[in-house]
């Protein structure tokens, strides 16, 4: 039997265009040979859509698109992912053929955790779901259903299944390939089946899917592997596997790289932006924002934007020009120094008697960001924010300033991996895109003389392990101790996330590369007097 994974990027919502699509990979599967293509967890509607699915009309669309779908599998078998009402609504999977929808598969365990929320929608199915295609017997599962030991796996191949297929839509963090990867030949080795994984691949919103189709045989050999980050057509004739061909996994920054890249290329396209314009520091987070959107978008549509002040350093501004010549990026330089004398003209006399402080701080930041929005509103471009995990994480971060944004590309990435990106970055390149003093620059948001981030926070290395621990890990206060991280440290990292809550919540959305990323993951309550 000839298989044709089709690893697609559809868009939540958009039937039409997803139809298009699908029929497309039909018809190249067909073209190439194959008996049966298998398309994503809920390809027709995109994943994941959310309340969309608690709208009836929706629903009914998607099936009307899925029927119209369906009659161009007059010579192939293909199995697609939709929602179905049928009493409940179900995850669901058509198995198309002769032009018709001839089956269903349900879908049986519905995740409720981390960035899912399938009990919401979803009632769960337990029928098994078998076809014949080219004398071959399928199975067919989605997504979750394979993750969990034994059934319906192990009931499809007491049934008589030789493959079992999964059509999925599983979200990406750094290592999850290789980790669905040891699943799925788990359960390989447990069933006695051969096993293949149709996985989506593109970004929505937060959420990454990485793609990385693959077939393993019965013993949990990987006997072919689709390339990840891209979509393909990944045709495997089951006789011949090895001629599909096992793509190499990335190392953990090109993985980073790769998929920063595809997240802010399908937020600009799939919400109609063409460009995107970067506030450019001279500081090593808006240089390597700039050099991830330079490289996902081209050059011509990133605009770099230095706001000097009176505390920023000739260092620092000549920097900000450089990365932009090096890019090849469009450069402009908006000096502030006149409007933040403007602003202190008006706050002259409610401010009087009083010291400078944070407040004129953060004005610098926020006239900053009215700038760059202002931009944004006259010529239609994406402004992508800059800040990194370890600033929102600890409110190291301006509300309406260096905050504000469409889209916040590093929201995930602590600042040690910023560096390391960076470093990775120009290795890639093969000269320097972030020029050599940003990356060994120490940190500073030049917002008053002589300024360091360290004045403010403990050394971004240890910071960052403790933040890992507590943000990603969930590790308490005691057992932040017990693991050997400084107690002063801890405390003082600690207060200042549970303090940070009201300030993450208005940030803008950004690319989840961790297992447990702010927003979908990780829900606390903005009021909460709980001190672990």
Not at 318 to 323: E, F, T, V
């Amino acid at each position: 039997m000839r298989l044709a994974l089709a690893q697609i990027d559809p868009v939540v919502g958009d039937l039409a265009g997803n139809s298009e699509l699908i029929v497309s990979q039909i018809a190249a599967a067909r073209a190439a040979g194959a008996d049966l293509v298998v398309l994503p967890e809920l390809a027709v509607t995109g994943y994941p859509p959310e309340d969309l699915l608690l709208r009836p009309g929706f629903v009914r669309a998607a099936r009307a698109s899925l029927e119209r779908t369906a009659a161009e599998t007059e010579d192939i078998v293909a199995l697609v992912g939709v929602p179905l009402h049928d009493g409940e609504l179900y995850n669901a999977c058509a198995v198309c053929s002769h032009g018709q929808i001839i089956g269903w598969a349900k879908k049986r365990h519905l995740p409720n955790y981390g960035v899912f929320d399938e009990k919401r929608y979803f009632a769960s199915g337990h029928d098994l779901a078998l076809v014949d295609v080219a004398g071959t017997n399928v199975g067919v599962t989605i997504c979750e259903d394979m993750w969990i030991a034994g059934a319906p796996t192990s009931e499809l191949a007491a049934a008589g299944a030789e493959l079992v297929v999964n059509l999925s839509a599983s979200p990406f963090h750094v290592g999850r390939a290789q980790e669905r990867e040891a699943i799925f030949s788990a359960r390989a080795r447990e069933s006695g089946v051969r096993v293949a994984l149709c996985n989506t691949v593109g970004g929505q919103d937060e959420l990454i899917f990485d793609g990385h189709s693959l077939v393993i045989e019965t013993d949990g050999t990987v006997l072919a592997r689709a390339p990840g980050f891209e979509e393909t057509l990944f045709v495997v004739d089951l006789e011949r596997p090895e001629e599909a061909g096992i793509a190499p996994f990335d190392d953990d920054l090109e993985e980073m790289r790769r998929a920063l890249d595809l997240g802010l290329r399908d937020y600009v396209g799939k919400n109609g932006f063409e460009e995107v314009v970067v506030g450019v520091s001279g500081g090593i987070d808006s240089a390597v924002t700039a050099a991830l959107a330079a490289d996902a978008l081209g050059p011509d549509h990133v605009h770099c934007v230095s706001m000097p002040s009176r505390y920023s350093s000739e260092g620092t501004r000549s920097d900000a020009r450089r990365l932009a010549e090096n890019l090849g990026c469009d450069f402009r330089e908006l000096p502030i120094e006149a409007v933040v004398e403007a602003f202190a003209s008006t706050l002259a006399e409610p401010f009087a008697g009083r010291e400078p402080d944070l407040a004129e701080e953060n004005l610098q930041a926020r006239i900053r960001g009215t700038l760059l929005m202002a931009l944004s509103n006259k010529f239609g471009w994406l402004l992508v924010a800059t800040g990194n995990k370890s600033e929102l994480s600890v409110g190291y971060a301006t509300l309406y300033g260096d905050m504000a944004g469409g889209f916040a590309l590093l929201k995930d990435v602590f600042k040690t991996d910023v560096f390391r990106l960076a470093r990775h970055l120009n290795d890639r390149a093969g000269r320097e895109l972030v020029p050599a003093s940003t990356i060994e620059r120490a940190p500073s948001a030049e917002l008053r003389e002589a300024q360091l981030d360290e004045d403010s926070l403990p050394p971004y290395p240890v910071l960052d392990e403790v933040l890992e621990a507590y943000v990603e890990e969930d590790r308490s206060l005691d057992e932040l101790g017990a693991d050997g991280f400084d107690p002063e440290v801890v405390a003082r990292a600690v207060a200042l996330v549970d303090r940070a809550e009201y300030k993450r919540r208005q940030a803008p959305p950004g690319v989840r590369l961790r297992p447990k990323a702010f927003g979908r993951d990780r829900r606390t309550p903005i009021t909460n007097r709980w001190r672990s």
